[in-house]
């Protein structure tokens, strides 16, 4: 336990400085560099191309004045956080030297390289990285599209579909059930429907104790399972229900009008429904032609490099990255290592392989943190987990060590946050 805490203050530091060192600026470095997407990976690779070489011109493209953060945005349904709280202006990225861009890119020309953007203008680059999260499958779930999710908000943007969820479980009757559709793998942050899950029952228990909540899932395992169902059993006993792929708990369409969800095995009414659809790769990365038939974007794994589009680096979300996850602290440290790579490449010198961190939280209650952490390296091609590292948050432990770990999350994002954004 010792040696655990040991490596997830590491992964916490690892947050707080550059994962790679800085390389020597010169003039055959400079260049120009567009980063498309201002969430955690855009913005930590914009900073960092800027602070490992001032030569650079680095313009950042987000048509967002402030960016609403995805990691503890579940805290908002649980009354623990603000919105408020969750967002983030573009300020400091300026401060830093980055051209900050408040416009959306609408197309890219590889060949030509360059990137046209919503007012018509151009922007020419040497290198460009692509990091513009996920967009949603809306033909995968018959009745689901963007208007029913006014009426099923999937709150997997986080902002307005945040406080729409937050708003229909407070105007809930007590005993009304609630039930999250979580999608088959991948997807963003595959702990996020279950740590969801709990917050959402955390509340209910404190304020509309004879709710019940029903997750349908498509998979039959997911990500710290055994941790969860155990605090659930334990904080949560009778609460929440989880019916798995094979008993049944693919979601195969969807009725918003009377709130049901339909799966092979039955139809499930909600007092509110939480459906979380099927995703891909963000609009523009398939525009630019770096996205495959998954929908997702398959790069090399030393400088995130598109293996179907020369000079163009894909971040983050939207990217195929092997074993490693979806998630903000991913998107951090691929960021970084991008921008180390990129930098080298300007200079015509050849990147050095990676060795990438990624941690990734969970509260099951205010005071109760869960966690799993993994190392990864370039391995044949792909990045790939090393064997004997990382691991999950023990199952039985002793004294207020849950409690640590949620304090450990809460340090984590306020770290993040500040070096992004602050």
């Known amino acids: 336990m010792a040696s655990r805490r040991s490596f997830l203050k590491l992964g916490l530091a690892a947050g ?55 990691p503890f945005s579940n805290n908002v349904l649980a009354d623990l956080r603000s919105i408020d709280q969750q967002q983030f202006g573009y300020q400091g990225v300026a401060k830093a030297g980055v051209t900050v861009a408040q416009l959306s890119a609408t197309a890219i020309n590889a060949s030509a390289k360059s990137v046209t953007l919503s007012d018509g203008s151009t922007l020419a680059y040497d290198r460009l990285v692509l990091s513009p999260g996920i967009d949603f499958d809306w033909n995968a779930i018959p009745g689901y599209n963007e208007a029913a999710a006014q009426i099923m908000p999937h709150a997997w943007k986080a902002g307005a579909q945040t406080v729409l969820l937050r708003q229909q479980l407070q105007n809930m009757d007590d005993g009304g059930l609630v039930v999250i559709s ?17 917050l959402i029952t955390y ?24 941790l969860f169902q155990n605090a659930w059993a334990q904080l949560y006993p ?7 792929l094979s008993n049944g708990g693919k979601v195969t369409a969807v009725d918003p009008t009377t709130l049901t969800l339909v799966t092979d095995f039955g139809r499930h009414k909600a007092a509110v429904a939480n459906v979380i659809p099927p995703q891909k790769a963000g609009a523009i990365a398939h525009q630019a032609g770096v996205a495959d038939r998954t929908g997702w974007c398959p790069v090399e794994p030393v400088a995130f490099e598109s293996t179907l589009q020369p000079g163009i680096h894909v971040l983050g979300d939207a990217a195929i990255m092997g074993g490693m996850p979806k998630s903000a602290f991913a998107a951090n440290a691929q960021a970084k290592v991008c921008a180390a790579a990129i930098v080298n490449l300007l200079a015509g010198r050849k990147p050095q392989d990676p060795i990438l961190i990624n941690t990734c939280y969970s509260l099951v209650a205010a005071d109760y943190g869960i966690s799993v952490a993994g190392v990864y390296r370039p391995n044949k091609g792909v990045l790939a987990d090393v064997p004997g590292a990382g691991g999950v948050s023990p199952l039985e432990v002793v004294g207020g060590f849950r409690g640590q770990e949620a304090l450990y999350a809460s340090s984590w994002f306020r770290t993040i946050t500040a070096e992004v954004y602050g």
């Open 16 to 70: 707080l400085a550059p994962a790679v060192a800085p390389s020597i600026a010169s003039a055959q470095g400079a260049g120009r560099v567009v980063v498309v997407g201002g969430g955690f990976g855009g913005a930590t690779a914009a900073r960092t191309l800027k602070a490992l070489e001032p030569k650079l011109t680095v313009t950042l493209v987000e048509p967002n004045a402030t960016y609403t953060a995805c």
């Open 182 to 198: 979580s999608p088959a793998n991948p997807f963003r942050c595959p702990p996020g429907p279950y740590e969801r899950a709990s």
């Open 203 to 226: 509340w209910l228990k404190i304020w509309k104790p004879k709710s019940k909540l029903l997750i349908l899932d498509s998979k039959d395992a997911f990500s710290k399972q055994r």
């Open 238 to 244: 009778g609460m929440i229900e989880w019916v798995s």
